[in-house]
């Protein structure tokens, strides 16, 4: 601080304000690094500029008064310069400056002594209105805290009785059952739902304890769950639980119990929530058993029954754990009986028969009493029967000795099936097909095993229905086998698996190769090369045998016409193709045959189509019309393996074929000397008769030079076998062997 000074001359207003600006200036400065506020010093100091006019004015003041000089302290705290450190700087501030700048701002001028004296009561009135205004505002702020304290105290109260009275609302209006138990499980309070859920009145739930309405079913870890739960092992658990009502009816439950602790933690209460899903479980149950059971005859299901085969094969099911102690694998232990099963898998004979001629009504009410009957046979423990869709139906039974009671119960089945089933009138008596599959339990999956069923069933259709059959794994590798290729037929056509070998048409009179036959085969890429007769029924079945009969036809033409032009001798080489049934009944046989021969450039009399004796017996006019044509053109039409369809010989006038293959069966026995003279009378006969219409006489599986020099003797006209050649690539046909193959 700088010494205080004498007072100034007088000022002019304009001087004396500016003096009082910079008197606030040096105020705000020395108190505003001590002032607890949020005030800038720019602030602050606009602030004090009035109480230094105050000041100012009152240094002045005639007569002299310096009471009002504690409104300047009062002021102080109202700025918020509370701290004891800023009313000792303000205090040096006005001793030093205020009568260096004020003093000469009355109209009469102060002497030095007189501004010092008045300077000092103004500071002592400044210090006694600080702490005046330090003092109210202590107080003011204790009454403030004391009547905050009062309404704090107020709303904790409200609060309190709001929570309590929501609470008790909630607990009284809640869906769901609300309980509190001593630690001993005696209820001491309970909910209105609650009281309904166990037979609404409070008496029979208040004071009981919970284990008296302790389920059956209710599971042993449960219990567990209720001592960690006093012990404060833990504080809450969640599960389904099972109660008895007093009435003895069960009432189900999803239970959440907690525990409720007292203020120094110690397990004092647990409080129980229970919802009751009783009803939702009868509904899961009516849900489960709908999804189980057939809608229409009220079987199991196929669900359920893959449910029960899956527990039989894992030697789980009913009737394999009597007496036989098993591991929590479900695994029988060593020395226990062992667990089998017994699989019927049953078909109903001409079924879509009924339904197409008397309608799905019909078939409906035929299928419940064939349903009926074989719940019937059925009963015995471990024992069901399920439908698994349309009129296909399944009997399981499992046990230790399910290789008798597989086929007893089997021709239970067909027995109970035999009895005539009238329908609206109408009596039917039912045929069925079982397959049969029995084994010991854990060594085959539920598919192989409804594999192997199904197609056991369907070798009993086969083999004229209304019986069973056992499984047989050799049998079912085949028919997998069967299916695979089937399966595989459509590609292996677009990969161009398939190839064509060419067996020698040797002239019996010459010896020289007239033509060849063209003989698909499939390079499989698993099975190796396979001969048509492992594939040509399933193409026939499946109907590829259509475009592959045609891709045959076009390599085998193809094949002729580049034979025709590297070929030396004089005379055409016959091609002779063969045609399947499902080719012959072909809308588009003709067309595509002219197509193939103009496109390749062959004549028609270069090819020879082969048609199997037993696709023509009983042929009409419309069959034989696509033949006729063929012939009509230049084609030779081959009877191929005739005397094998027992077809009246008649029927050769009506026919358009110019060639007869006789089968090998009627020249087997002249491959050794002697020769049986009763086969060279049939042959001969034949070739007699061929030639008498004016047909070729084409003689198959010639095998030795014995029976190739008999046939030439009987006026055979062409031969093939392998005495003359086996089926081989183009390039080695006119290679002949002339050596006996047996």
């Known amino acids: 601080m700088a010494p205080s000074q004498a007072t100034g001359p007088t000022a002019d207003p304009d001087d004396l304000e500016d003096r009082l600006r910079r008197f606030a200036t040096i105020w705000s400065r020395a108190v505003f690094p001590v002032t607890a506020t949020s005030l800038t010093r720019g602030e602050v100091e606009e602030h004090l500029l009035p109480l230094a006019r105050s000041l100012c004015a009152l240094l002045h003041a005639r007569p002299f008064d310096p009471a009002p000089a504690q409104r300047v302290g009062a002021g102080l705290v109202d700025a918020h310069c509370t701290d004891p450190d800023a009313l000792v700087r303000t205090l040096g501030v006005i001793d030093a400056y205020l009568v260096l700048y004020c003093g000469g701002a009355g109209e009469e001028e102060l002497t030095v002594e007189d501004g010092r004296t008045r300077c000092t009561r103004l500071q002592h009135a400044v210090a006694a209105g600080f702490a005046a205004g330090l003092r109210d505002r202590t107080l003011s702020e204790q009454e403030a805290v004391a009547r905050s304290a009062l309404m704090a105290r107020s709303d904790a109260v409200h609060a309190l009785h709001a929570t309590e009275t929501r609470l008790r609302a909630v607990f009284e209006g809640a869906a769901i059952g609300i309980g509190v138990a001593e630690l001993d499980g005696t209820v001491v309070e309970v909910n209105e739902t609650l009281t309904r859920m166990f037979g609404g009145l409070e008496h029979h739930v208040r004071g009981k304890k919970i284990t008296e309405w302790t389920h059956p079913e209710d599971r042993p870890h449960v219990a567990q769950l209720y001592r960690e739960l006093k012990r404060g092992e833990r504080e809450h658990f969640r599960v389904e639980k099972p109660f008895f009502r007093d009435d003895g009816t069960a009432l189900w439950t999803n239970l959440t119990m907690s525990l409720l602790r007292d203020p120094e933690g110690r397990p004092q209460y647990l409080l129980a929530l229970l919802e009751d899903t009783t009803e939702r479980r009868l509904l899961n149950l009516r849900l489960r058993y709908e999804a189980t059971h057939d809608a229409l005859t009220g079987l199991p299901n196929r669900t359920l029954f893959f449910e ?17 102690p098993q591991t929590g694998s479900g695994v029988p232990q060593a020395g226990a009986a062992e667990a089998r099963f017994g699989l019927c898998y049953l078909d109903l004979d001409g079924f879509k ?23 019937s046979c059925a009963t015995a423990p471990g024992e069901m029967v399920a439908r698994l869709g349309g009129d296909e139906f399944v009997a399981l039974t499992t046990g230790p000795d399910t290789e008798f009671e597989v086929g007893e119960l089997a021709s239970r089945i067909l027995g109970a099936l035999g ?12 045929r069925g097909s079982i397959g049969i599959v029995e084994g010991p339990a854990g060594e085959r999956t539920t598919a192989e095993v409804l594999r192997s069923a199904d197609i056991t069933m369907y070798r009993a259709k086969a083999r004229g229905g209304n019986r069973f059959e056992l499984a047989d794994p050799e049998l079912d590798e085949r028919a997998i086998t069967r299916h695979g290729l089937t399966t595989a037929l459509p590609a292996a056509l677009e990969r161009g698996e398939f190839f064509i070998e060419y067996q020698p048409l040797v002239h019996m009179g010459d010896g020289r190769v007239h033509g060849a036959e063209a003989l698909v085969r499939w390079s499989h890429p698993q099975h190796g090369v396979l001969g048509p007769d492992q594939f040509i029924p399933l193409a026939e079945h499946t109907g590829l045998i259509v475009p592959l009969g045609r891709w045959v036809l076009q390599e085998a033409v193809r094949q002729a016409c580049d034979w025709q032009q590297h070929r030396t001798e004089s005379g055409p080489l016959r091609i002779n193709v063969n045609l399947s049934p499902a080719q012959l009944q072909h809308p588009g046989l003709v067309k595509d045959t002219v197509a193939v021969l103009e496109r390749a450039g062959l004549e028609p009399g270069a090819l020879c189509l082969e048609v199997t004796e037993s696709a023509l017996i009983g042929a009409d006019e419309g069959l034989l019309q696509p033949l006729r044509q063929l012939a009509a053109l230049g084609v030779d039409i081959a009877l191929d393996d005739f005397g094998t369809g027992y077809s009246n010989l008649a029927n050769l006038r009506r026919l358009p074929v110019s060639v007869l293959k006789l ?5 087997k ?17 034949i070739v007699s008769l061929a030639h008498s219409l004016e047909l070729a006489v084409t003689v198959e599986g010639v095998e030795t030079g014995v029976q190739a020099d008999r046939l030439r003797e009987l006026g055979c006209d062409t031969a093939q076998g392998w005495y003359y050649a086996r089926p081989g690539p183009p390039d080695q046909l006119h290679t002949l062997s002339l050596a006996d193959a047996i």
């Open 353 to 375: 028969a009924i339904n197409d001629s008397l309608g799905h009504a019909t078939g409906d009410r035929l299928l419940v009493e064939v349903a009926d009957r074989l719940q």
């Open 419 to 430: 009895t005539p089933i009238t329908v609206d009138g109408r009596e039917f008596t039912v």
């Open 663 to 667: 089968d090998r069966s009627f020249t």
């Open 669 to 685: 026995g002249m491959q050794q000397a002697p020769v049986d003279p009763v086969d060279l009378k049939i042959v001969e006969g």
């Open 308 to 324: 029960r085969l899956e527990k039989a094969l894992a030697g789980t099911g009913p009737g394999n754990g009597s007496g036989a």
